[in-house]
């Protein structure tokens, strides 16, 4: 019945909020703990920046 923009499960959903992206080298980083993203704790494993965007943001994009 509700077959609109709410198909998604919310497992599915689940496993992109803790997914972000290092804007440097667009290297994946899970951050389990959002605590340490928001202290800006949060490095790339590879070149060590902190400058990272979420990837669901970006899932949400190509969709709309
Ligand atoms: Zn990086």
Redesign the pocket.
């Given at each position: 019945m509700f077959m609109g923009e709410r198909n998604v499960p919310v497992a599915d959903n689940r496993v992109f909020v803790g997914v972000y992206v290092?804007?440097?080298?667009?290297?994946k980083?899970r951050v389990s703990n959002p605590k340490l993203l928001r202290l800006n704790k949060v490095k790339?494993?590879?070149?060590?920046?902190r400058v990272l965007r979420p990837k669901h943001k970006e899932l949400r994009k190509l969709k709309a």
């Open positions: 290092c804007r440097n080298c667009n290297s980083i790339c494993r590879k070149c060590g920046s």
